[in-house]
């Protein structure tokens, strides 16, 4: 059976307040996004890879105007700039081992909160297990309120796999969503992949994609979808 042609094509993410599903698992997260003000101006969000944190940011910047940038892109010539609005410096702990861009993160903390603006930093464990060299920055850093985005309950991973579907515009089965919820490992990073390699083997076997399809995927695949994290 000759086979289609696949093309890996990015998916369009959605990130609008619309878009994003309020569960017990992360709703703590989305009021502290909502509120009008933080203790400190600053405010931490953690959370595993795919869990919600960049999808706030842009709610965060879109209500309130800021900006958002990843830690490892803030240059120091940028920094008064920046400090003009409130900022959401993403991913922080991959910058551990760049004292240099530490010191800039820590110019940009002090400057925009000088500025009378808000700071939204994030990165996938709590603030304390950043561990970032230099005392100055992870002292601040530590002293901003933190929130957790938790792991997923039945409904947000039912609504995270819908929105990955969505994102890449697939229509599964009525029933496969229901069984990859119940089947697959619970984390936010095995969804997005479970949900590309289901893309792929429709595309490559012009197949719908049905709870038959997840099966195989879940079964075949599952010790290779553990192993990519």
Do not use: C
């Not at 933080?38 to 900006?67: C, F, I, N, Q, Y």
């Not at 081992?97 to 930093?121: I, P, S």
């Amino acid at each position: 059976m000759a086979q289609q042609l696949s093309f890996d094509l990015p998916a369009k993410t959605a990130l609008g307040r619309e878009d994003f599903f309020v569960s017990p698992a992360n709703a703590l997260a989305v009021a502290m996004i909502s509120a009008t003000s933080w203790p400190g101006d600053k405010l931490v969000l953690s959370g595993p890879a795919g869990s919600g944190k960049t999808h706030l940011a842009h709610v965060w910047a879109a209500e309130t105007g800021g900006r958002i940038i990843q830690a490892h892109d803030v240059r120091y010539e940028d920094v008064p700039a920046l400090a003009n609005t409130s900022v959401a410096v993403e991913d922080i702990p991959i910058v551990a081992g760049d004292l240099d861009q530490q010191k800039t993160l820590f110019h940009l903390h002090n400057l925009v909160l000088a500025e009378g603006h808000a700071l939204l930093m994030t990165g996938r464990l709590a603030p304390k297990l950043w561990e970032l060299p230099l005392p100055d920055l992870q002292s601040r850093i530590e002293g901003a309120h933190h929130v957790a985005l938790d792991p997923p309950d039945d409904a947000l991973l039912g609504a995270v796999l819908a929105k990955l579907f969505v994102d890449r515009q697939l229509n599964p089965g009525p029933d496969v969503i229901a069984y990859l919820v119940k089947h697959m490992d619970r984390r936010f990073e095995t969804a997005a992949q479970v949900v590309a390699r289901l893309d792929h083997l429709a595309l490559s076997e012009k197949r719908e994609i049905s709870r038959a399809l997840a099966i195989r995927v879940l079964n075949a695949d599952l010790t290779d979808v553990a192993s990519d994290n």
